[in-house]
């Protein structure tokens, strides 16, 4: 085995060789600490890496669901005076405002942040064609109106005549 004591203590082992030889023992063990932490550092990175996939991932289903949600964002804070004002809006575009026989008010406690009031509109002789073009205008009426309660009823004299009575609820966002 070889002392090191007894190396440096020969004559014919120049000091200069024994700076060399640390110098290259020192060289050796930074770049292996070197090589260790940069190691660490790249395990590091790739987790950073994997947790912004992962943000970036979720972001895009957000956004996805945010634009789902967002017409309906809209018709909610869109200014809207009654359920039974926006009901006949829709009957007239639907062209069976004629049909119209009644309409009684209601109003539902609010829940969740959300006022509801709504109308019970009763319709007297339309066809089934006449009923879809008017559910289609509620449905895509600018506030948020929403269709509770369906009856139909066919008309004892006129298999294509139809008598509905349906419930009609403004949902609107309350205040404060």
């Known amino acids: 085995m070889i002392n090191l004591t007894d190396i440096a203590s020969r004559a014919d082992v120049k000091p200069l060789h ?40 979720v972001r895009a289903e957000y956004m996805k669901e945010r634009a789902k949600i967002e ?34 008010p209601f109003i539902e406690p609010a829940s969740k942040g959300f006022r509801k009031n709504g109308v019970e509109v009763k319709i007297e002789g339309i066809t089934l064609n006449e009923l879809l073009n008017l559910v289609y205008r509620i449905e895509n009426h600018s ?4 269709v509770k309660d369906f009856v139909l009823r066919s ?8 008598d509905v009575t349906l419930q009609v609820v403004l949902v609107t966002k309350e205040n404060g």
């Open 71 to 104: 017409p309906y964002e809209v018709k909610l804070l869109a200014p809207g005076s009654s359920a039974s004002d926006a009901v006949q809006e829709a009957a007239s575009q639907a062209g069976i405002r004629k049909n119209l026989s009644a309409m009684k």
């Open 143 to 146: 506030n948020m109106l929403v």
């Open 18 to 57: 024994i700076k060399w030889g640390a110098a290259l023992i020192i060289l050796l063990v930074f770049i292996g600490l070197t090589l260790a932490l940069n190691r660490r550092t790249e395990r590091k990175l790739k987790s950073i890496q994997n947790e912004a996939t992962a943000f970036e991932t």
């Open 155 to 162: 008309r004892f004299g006129s298999s294509d005549l139809n």
